[in-house]
């Protein structure tokens, strides 16, 4: 194990607090919407309200404790 590491794995799953929510959601816009293999391959991201469409579905996520 890598000394930096304090665990097995190089990442830890938490819960998404009110404060990040934004944070999520840029981030998923940025990389996951654009870059993720089915969205790529019926080339969703060219869709003209994209981004919005996704942001509100996201918030509906976090909403329902999804």
Known sequence: ???AMTSEYAFKVVP???KDEITVIEFLLQYFIRDEPLNASVELIKEKDIAKNFKNYIIGLFD???
């Open 1 to 3: 194990m890598n000394a």
């Open 16 to 18: 998404i607090i009110t």
């Open 64 to 66: 329902n404790g999804e």
